[in-house]
Nanobody, 128 residues
Framework: QLQFVESGGGLVEAGGSLRLSCTAS????????IGWFRKAPGKAHEGVSC????????YYEDSVKGRFTMSRDNAKNTVYLQMSSLKPKDTAVYYC?????????????????????WGQGTQVTVSS
């Protein structure tokens, strides 16, 4: 079973920054596409950024391009989401998830196609 532990969320003022972490257990990040998703109250999960190690392609949802950066530390089996210039509309619970490595990252993010179920996530709240 794919398991992640997300952390790094918190309360930040608009314009501020946060770095989220997601550590995978029981599997290697190289064996799957990895994505960051978020869920705001009353809304469905939304793909924020998805990465594949097949060709090192990273997809970003339009509203976060230029503000969010996804990275990884293979030695720690951890992926990060550096978020800058945060806006109140970025307020959500953020999750990471995996998908089969042969799935295009855009399909993973836009289609919210993941393997397994959502984890506990980490809350990000941006005040105006």
């Amino acid at each position: 079973q794919l398991q992640f532990v997300e952390s790094g969320g918190g309360l930040v003022e608009a314009g501020g920054s946060l770095r989220l972490s997601c550590t995978a257990s029981k599997f290697s990040l190289d064996d799957y596409n990895i994505g960051w998703f978020r869920k705001a109250p009353g809304k469905a999960h939304e793909g924020v950024s998805c990465f594949t190690s097949v060709d090192n392609t990273t997809y970003y949802e339009d509203s976060v391009k230029g503000r969010f950066t996804m990275s990884r530390d293979n030695a720690k089996n951890t992926v990060y989401l550096q978020m800058s210039s945060l806006k109140p509309k970025d307020t959500a619970v953020y999750y990471c998830a995996a998908a089969p490595v042969d799935l295009p990252v855009q399909a993973m993010c836009i289609g919210r196609i993941i393997s397994g179920s959502w984890g506990q996530g980490t809350q990000v709240t941006v005040s105006s």
